[in-house]
C-alpha cells in the first residue's frame, strides 16, 4: 500500500495499520462539537459501474473492506437505504476492539447505529439487524408509511418520521445529529446518495475505485436526476493498493474542514 497524496503531518511507516487509516480519515476536529458532519463511503469500476453482478461485494477487495470498517469504527451513525440493505444482507455494526478506547472517549457506543432509510416499510424484521443488533437499530421514515408497518418496525427499531410523503432528508440528518450522532456515514445506495448530494447534504467522499471493467447497466455511484448544480469537490488523500485506488475528496466550499 502507497500513499500518493498524503494529508498527515509526516510520513506513514506503516499505512495498512489500523491506527494510520484511522488518521488518515478522521473527521474534522470540529465534528463532535456541534458540527454534524456527513461523509459517503462507495466503491465503483473504472468505468463507473457501482456494482458487479447486482452487488457491490463484486467490486472489493482486501484493503476496500478494511478502510470500510475503519470508516464505521469512526462514525456514530450509518446511513443506508432499505433497497441496499436487502440485497447486500446488512447485519449488525460490529465492535471492534482496537476502537473500544477511542470511541469510550469521544462518548461514541460501541459500534455505530445503523439507520435505514424507507418510505415503504418493506423489511424484514426477524433479521439480525432488528433481532441482534449491538446498538439498537434505526428506520427513518415519512409520515404515508404504512400505519401497520409503522407499528410493527417501531416494536423492533427506534423510528424517526421526517417528511410527509418522502423522506426528507435534511430534517432526517438533524434528527440524527440531534441524538449526539454527528459523525454520520453513508453507505448509500446509489438513489440514496443521489438524493442526499442533490439536498447539498454531502461534505466528504470516500470513493474507492477497482481495476474492474463491467459495462452492462449497473447505475454510478449517484443515480437519479442531474443534481440542481454540480457540486465540486477537491481531493485531500489518495492510496494506492494493488491497483485499488482509495480517494478522499471534501466538499470545495469547506476548505477549513480538512481533518
Given at each position: 500500500?502507497?500513499?500518493?497524496?498524503?494529508?498527515?503531518?509526516?510520513?506513514?511507516?506503516?499505512?495498512?495499520?489500523?491506527e494510520s487509516?484511522?488518521?488518515?480519515?478522521?473527521?474534522?476536529?470540529?465534528?463532535?462539537?456541534?458540527l454534524?458532519?456527513?461523509?459517503?463511503?462507495m466503491?465503483?469500476?473504472l468505468?463507473?459501474?457501482?456494482?458487479?453482478?447486482?452487488?457491490?461485494?463484486?467490486?472489493?477487495?482486501?484493503?476496500?473492506?478494511?478502510?470500510?470498517?475503519?470508516?464505521?469504527?469512526?462514525?456514530?451513525v450509518?446511513?443506508?437505504?432499505?433497497?441496499?440493505?436487502r440485497?447486500?444482507?446488512?447485519?449488525?455494526?460490529?465492535?471492534?476492539?482496537?476502537f473500544?478506547?477511542?470511541r469510550?472517549?469521544?462518548?461514541?457506543?460501541?459500534?455505530?447505529v445503523?439507520?435505514?432509510?424507507?418510505?415503504?416499510?418493506?423489511?424484514?424484521?426477524?433479521?439480525p439487524?432488528?433481532?441482534?443488533p449491538?446498538?439498537?437499530?434505526?428506520?427513518?421514515?415519512?409520515?404515508s408509511a404504512?400505519?401497520?408497518?409503522?407499528?410493527?418496525?417501531?416494536?423492533?427499531?427506534?423510528?424517526?418520521?421526517?417528511?410527509?410523503?418522502?423522506?426528507?432528508?435534511?430534517?432526517?440528518?438533524?434528527?440524527?445529529?440531534?441524538?449526539?450522532?454527528?459523525?454520520?456515514?453513508?453507505?448509500?445506495?446509489?438513489?440514496?446518495?443521489?438524493?442526499?448530494?442533490?439536498?447539498?447534504?454531502?461534505?466528504?467522499?470516500?470513493?474507492?475505485?477497482?481495476p474492474?471493467?463491467?459495462?452492462?447497466?449497473?447505475?454510478?455511484?449517484?443515480?437519479?436526476?442531474a443534481?440542481?448544480?454540480?457540486?465540486?469537490?477537491?481531493?485531500?488523500?489518495?492510496?494506492?493498493?494493488?491497483?485499488?485506488?482509495?480517494?478522499?475528496?471534501?466538499?470545495?466550499?469547506?476548505t477549513?474542514?480538512?481533518?
Amino acid at each position: 500500500m502507497q500513499q500518493l497524496i498524503n494529508p498527515l503531518s509526516g510520513p506513514v511507516d506503516d499505512l495498512w495499520s489500523l491506527e494510520s487509516l484511522a488518521e488518515v480519515y478522521a473527521y474534522p476536529e470540529q465534528v463532535g462539537r456541534g458540527l454534524p458532519w456527513l461523509r459517503a463511503n462507495m466503491v465503483s469500476g473504472l468505468d463507473g459501474a457501482a456494482r458487479l453482478d447486482g452487488l457491490s461485494e463484486g467490486l472489493s477487495g482486501d484493503a476496500d473492506k478494511r478502510i470500510f470498517g475503519v470508516l464505521r469504527a469512526l462514525a456514530d451513525v450509518v446511513l443506508v437505504g432499505a433497497q441496499t440493505v436487502r440485497a447486500e444482507g446488512y447485519r449488525p455494526a460490529r465492535a471492534r476492539a482496537e476502537f473500544a478506547a477511542a470511541r469510550a472517549a469521544a462518548g461514541q457506543p460501541p459500534a455505530p447505529v445503523i439507520a435505514i432509510v424507507s418510505r415503504g416499510l418493506d423489511l424484514d424484521l426477524t433479521a439480525p439487524l432488528f433481532t441482534a443488533p449491538l446498538v439498537r437499530t434505526v428506520v427513518v421514515t415519512c409520515e404515508s408509511a404504512p400505519a401497520e408497518a409503522r407499528r410493527a418496525v417501531a416494536a423492533a427499531a427506534d423510528l424517526v418520521v421526517a417528511g410527509e410523503d418522502a423522506v426528507d432528508l435534511p430534517t432526517a440528518l438533524a434528527e440524527l445529529a440531534g441524538r449526539g450522532w454527528q459523525r454520520q456515514l453513508t453507505e448509500g445506495g446509489p438513489r440514496l446518495l443521489g438524493q442526499l448530494a442533490a439536498a447539498g447534504l454531502l461534505d466528504e467522499l470516500c470513493l474507492s475505485l477497482a481495476p474492474v471493467l463491467s459495462g452492462g447497466e449497473s447505475p454510478r455511484i449517484l443515480h437519479g436526476p442531474a443534481l440542481p448544480s454540480a457540486a465540486r469537490m477537491r481531493l485531500v488523500s489518495l492510496i494506492e493498493q494493488n491497483g485499488f485506488l482509495f480517494t478522499r475528496y471534501l466538499r470545495a466550499a469547506d476548505t477549513a474542514a480538512e481533518a
